[in-house]
């Protein structure tokens, strides 16, 4: 129940094109949805996180989409770029011991120039 | 701007060796995290501390242990290193509040030979 399973483990997208990572739960505990992106070389640093009391939110090219009756969570990326290529990974808070996050196994993005 | 600093950011040791990882973190958090990265695995939290000489077990601490004695610096222990405790080591620290935003360092990478 503490799972937070991601997918897809790769993902190649065209320049200018939509990428699209999912990522679902079980624990209906959770209440805290944040998306980190990690350079080569670089520790993850936080995109865009969202609050279940919420189905959407928008910070530029990027979008959280979140579905609580299906317990599952997407980034979406628009018009991606090059300098977008990194690895992602979504991640939920678990309400015991509040200051945990519960992290998926991460994506692996390519945007081909 | 918030700055966690990683001792090192290549290690090799010996199967058996002691392993001392230290993380300094300069924004006064009061949490600290330390994680293992493995392709296709993700983040996994090994133990958190929460408080100075605080500490609590995180998902996967087993042939780990950790000290905190100043609130700026947390260590992370490898009491016989193991080949299998070779991988990607990140140190995270964050404040208490609503904002659960995990700062990274830039990682660790050990090799256990």
């Known amino acids: 129940q503490q799972q937070v399973k991601q997918s897809p483990q790769s993902l190649i997208v065209q320049k200018g094109g939509i990428s699209i990572i999912n990522c679902a739960y079980e624990n209906t505990a959770f209440d805290y949805f944040p998306w980190y992106q990690q350079f080569p070389g670089k520790g993850p640093a936080l995109l865009i996180a969202i609050r279940p009391d919420v189905s959407e939110k928008k910070e530029g090219r990027f979008t959280i989409s979140f579905n609580k009756s299906a317990k599952q969570f997407s980034l979406h990326i628009m018009d991606s770029q090059p300098g977008d290529s990194a690895t992602y990974f979504c991640a939920a808070r678990k309400v015991q011991g509040a200051q945990k996050l519960v992290f998926g196994q991460g994506t692996r993005l390519t945007i081909n120039p | 701007d918030v700055k966690v600093t990683q001792s090192s950011r290549y290690l090799v040791k010996r199967t058996g060796e002691k392993v001392f990882l230290e993380c300094v973190q300069d924004?006064?958090?009061?949490?600290m995290f330390w994680y293992r990265q493995d392709p296709g695995l993700g983040l996994r939290l090994i133990y958190f501390?929460?408080?100075?000489?605080?500490?609590e077990k995180g998902d996967i601490p087993e042939g780990y242990s950790v000290s905190r004695e100043k609130k700026e610096r947390f260590s992370l222990i490898l009491e016989s290193a193991s080949t299998n405790q070779t991988s990607m080591y990140l140190c995270a620290s964050s404040i208490t509040g609503p904002n659960y935003e995990q700062y990274f360092g830039p990682g660790t990478r050990l090799t256990v030979t």
């Open positions: 501390s929460y408080d100075v000489k605080m500490k």
């Open positions: 924004m006064d958090h009061e949490n």
